[in-house]
């Protein structure tokens, strides 16, 4: 039994070929939208690679992008069938293309679904990436006069004025460094050199933060050193008064950033993904009720249109058989306990062999 079985009539069929013509154009704009959603991902992540770690954070926006394009060429394609399919003459070359294209057009919609989802699932691979690319920064932060890091301050001092953040979970992590070039260090000093013997590692340590990390709406000047030392300050209590410095890491606002991106791509994606599928549904319609029509022979006529010729579970089992047999063309198999005509076939005695002879009647 078909599902979904609907009627057609010339009019309908025409009606929705003019409509589904119009959806298959609006839906190479929504492709459009994927790949700009996706190639926006991606910009957004290139300018902040330098605090990101390698990883597979790349593979939303490089789905998206690739997820747009297919759906350019293949929705330009559906609204090419669906305008010659109001016509019965011309929806003759079609016939025999639309059902692959609609097998086709079902795992695309199906890829944007995934991209969709993904955006929602790679939120601990981009904190992973960003928890070691910015350990790594931090940690980088002084050589500025090493190459290939010597941007490596200018970017963390943007980051964290830009994202209004301190350290990679807090401001807590500039302790545990020396983000102070030694070139900047007195070695003439007693103190410098009390504090290079008592680590180690024999590394500068402070209890400060760069001034990036300052908070310009705080009343109070910033307070960039002896954080915890509540008498090198007056008035100044950091467990209970609120510091004047961004509390909140950078992995933390980084991934906040990130995510609300993704949210929104991933809703976009979904809604595009729910349009793709109405679209996709309108089209097998069309498909199956072009086919009956011309079946009956009589292109003025009403016809059924159908999701599916049988049930789900018919439907299932057949596609499990096709799948099941695959690979197996070549092979000779038995049906029913009965052998193949052509195995163990007798050799024919092509010798000489006794055979009467017919007389030949006398005229």
Not at 135 to 161: E, H, N, S
Not at 236 to 244: G, I, K, P, V
Not at 251 to 260: G, Q, S, W
Request: net charge positive; with cysteine; hydrophobic share 40%.
């Amino acid at each position: 039994m078909a599902v979904l079985k609907v009627k057609f009539t010339k009019t309908k069929r025409d009606k929705l070929a003019q409509i589904l013509w119009i959806l298959n154009w609006v839906s190479v704009v929504s492709g459009i939208i994927l790949f700009s959603l996706g190639l926006f991902l991606k910009i957004e992540i290139k300018k902040r690679n330098e605090v990101m770690a390698k990883g597979d954070i790349n593979s939303v926006p490089n789905m998206l992008i690739s997820v747009g394009v297919i759906a350019c060429i293949i929705n330009f394609l559906g609204g090419k069938i669906c305008y010659d399919c109001s016509d019965g003459n011309k929806f003759s070359r079609w016939k025999l293309v639309m059902l692959p294209y609609i097998v086709c057009t079902f795992c695309f919609t199906f890829c944007i679904l995934v991209g969709a989802l993904m955006c929602y699932t790679m939120r601990n691979e981009l904190e992973e990436s960003l928890y070691l690319g910015l350990r790594d920064a931090i940690k980088f932060y002084k050589d500025t006069d090493i190459p290939g890091r010597c941007f490596l301050k200018k970017t963390v001092d943007m980051l964290q004025i830009g994202f209004q953040c301190c350290g990679n979970n807090g401001f807590r992590d500039w302790f545990e460094i020396q983000w102070v070039s030694a070139r900047y260090l007195n070695m003439a000093s007693k103190e410098v050199l009390d504090r290079l013997k008592s680590n180690v590692d024999g590394k500068f340590l402070v209890d400060g933060v760069p001034f990036s990390c300052c908070n310009p709406s705080s009343p109070r000047p910033c307070i960039q050193y002896q954080l915890t030392n509540n008498s090198a300050h007056y008035n100044y209590d950091f467990l209970t008064e609120e510091l004047n410095i961004w509390v909140k890491g950078c992995r933390e606002a980084l991934l906040d950033y990130y995510t609300a991106i993704m949210r929104s791509i991933g809703i976009a994606a979904l809604l595009i993904w729910l349009f793709e599928l109405s679209v996709l549904i309108g089209v097998r319609y069309l498909q199956t009720a072009m086919k009956n029509v011309l079946l009956l022979g009589d292109l003025e006529g009403e016809s059924d249109g159908w999701l599916l010729e049988n049930s789900f579970v018919e439907t299932a089992k057949y596609n499990i058989n096709v799948i099941k047999n695959l690979g197996k063309a070549n092979q000779i198999s038995t049906v029913s306990g009965m052998n193949d005509p052509n195995i163990n076939v007798q050799n024919t005695n092509c010798g000489k062999t006794n055979v009467t002879t017919k007389s030949i009647p006398a005229a």
